[in-house]
DNA sequence: AAAATCCCTATAGTGGCTATAGGGTCAAGC
DNA sequence: GCTTGACCCTATAGCCACTATAGGGATTTT
């Protein structure tokens, strides 16, 4: 069974490029080449495809999917960093969640200060936006991800 | 009162070059320059940075701020648009704390299948991460910040 | 006068892709 | 054999909101 880049984008769900992409950050192994210099990929790298997209689609950067792909490839280590970092995963998305429903309450209390069509000199939320001092420090979330 | 960049940086809570880099995004207007070429700041560019920095704090991407802004310096204009675009960020951000509650689920089931110090090869997680099927999509959240 | 602290511009890097330019490969149809 | 079209290749730039770095000049303090 050999198949092409396309035909694997579409069994994970992906691009091209992303696979690529992938495979130049080291997370792919460089697959065998057919004679027009096509990559061509086995069952071992659809599963390997689809570990990461499945770690994607939970929110994991690729440095954790990283790590555990490290763990993957020598399975006689102990499986206890793999519990770590899925609950320093669990901890971020946390997190993340009460940051964000903290900035709801927040934005919330914003629009009710405005309700009309005003003109805009005399808007509370404008208002609101230039006097309110408050400075809540929303956690920052840089690997998010759609699948 | 005129102040240099760093002054306003310390008052607005961030990073001079950030205001530089605002500057060159069209938030901030040019500023007046000193004799040796340093920027200078009066009472109404600290105001638009604390709003900007407001702003922000509330997870806005500068494209909304500039949207802000820009009505903000015609303040004759309805404020309909304001409120439209505040109910619109609000929804983005209840919609990113239903996708990550969601999240939460599957790694929180994801984490129960394993508990112990097995080898990897044995571990309920990276199996459950090759053979679980959901494709969940956890929507795009590229505009947050820290203040 | 020297040292420390501020400021300047310009450029490259972050993450996880996406988009574009400019080509090569291969199977099917005429 | 020749074209069409679908697929593939590499290399590079762009997205966002910064951060970091290099290499210098201005001002203030010692």
């Known amino acids: 069974m050999e198949i092409r880049i396309g035909e694997l984008a579409q069994r994970t769900g992906c691009e091209v490029v992303t696979i690529r992409y992938y ?3 080291g997370l792919l192994p460089e697959p065998a080449r057919s004679s027009g210099n096509y990559r061509l990929y086995g069952e071992e790298q659809v599963k390997r495809m689809q570990f990461i997209r499945h770690c994607r689609s939970l929110d994991m950067s690729l440095g954790e999917i990283r ?3 490290n763990l993957w490839d020598s399975p006689t280590q102990d499986c206890g960093k793999v519990n770590a970092l899925l609950d320093d995963h669990i901890r971020q998305v946390e997190a993340r969640v009460e ?3 903290q900035l709801r309450l927040h934005l919330t209390a914003l629009r009710e200060k405005c309700a009309g069509a005003r ?3 005399a808007c509370g ?3 609101g936006l230039v006097n309110c001092s408050c400075h809540t420090v ?3 979330d840089e690997a998010s991800a759609g699948v």
Chains 1, 2 share one sequence.
């Open 99 to 101: 940051a964000l429903l």
């Open 125 to 127: 939320i404008l208002q």
């Open 23 to 25: 495979e130049k950050e």
């Open 119 to 121: 003109p805009v000199e």
């Open 138 to 140: 929303s956690t920052r």
């Open 67 to 69: 790590t555990l792909l």
